[in-house]
């Protein structure tokens, strides 16, 4: 693909884009940055863009992905700061010590996960997105984000239950109060 045919054909998708972008990132000069390094990313493929079938649905996944990415980048050091923040307001240090390691065990479960499960349950109790966030970001439609989300609350408990059965006898209350 030429400069010429790059601005003809990819360019004018930038001002399409705009706007979902803008939604998932809820930033306007952070929405104006992905805009221009999704068309420098779309210029580095630019000779894989004439064998797309669906010129239109491949550039709206890039701009997605590209979004998602940035919010992964973005959202890890609010996530950890609110579970520091947690930890260390904890009164004994032998609780503090237990917390964590429930914490650990859980994003140990978590990112044992499905990738779809693991992204819909670290979207919606991590990064606390609504249901319509999630659906932006990911594509699905709301009942099944919810039956995803449900899935994955159950799979995290079962592994959960596994380990502190296992651990701890059948006393199954610490489970329960981090669920």
């Known amino acids: 693909m030429t400069a010429e045919e790059f601005r003809q054909h990819i360019i004018p998708y930038s001002r399409k884009l705009y706007p979902m972008i803008k939604r998932i990132l809820r930033d306007e000069e952070e929405s104006r940055d992905a805009v221009q390094e999704l068309m420098l990313k779309l210029w580095s493929r630019r000779n894989d863009l004439g064998k797309c079938s669906n010129l239109q649905a491949y550039i709206i996944a890039v701009a997605k992905n590209h979004c998602l990415d940035a919010l992964k980048k973005k959202h890890p050091s609010r996530i950890s700061e609110r579970e520091e923040y947690k930890i260390q307001n904890l009164r004994t240090e032998e609780k503090s010590l237990e917390v964590k390691e429930e914490y650990q065990q859980i994003h140990r479960i978590i990112a044992a996960l499905p990738e779809k499960y693991g992204e819909v349950i670290r979207m919606r ?24 989300l449900s899935r994955a609350r159950m799979k995290v408990k079962s592994e959960l239950l596994k380990v502190y059965d296992y651990e701890k006898g059948t006393e199954k209350q610490p489970v329960k109060q981090i669920l």
């Not at 109790?125 to 995803?148: A, C, Q, W």
Request: glycine residues 8%; aromatic residues 12%.
């Open 125 to 148: 109790d991590i990064n606390g997105f609504s249901f319509e966030e999630i659906k932006e970001m990911t594509g699905y439609e709301i009942p099944h984000i919810r039956v995803l």
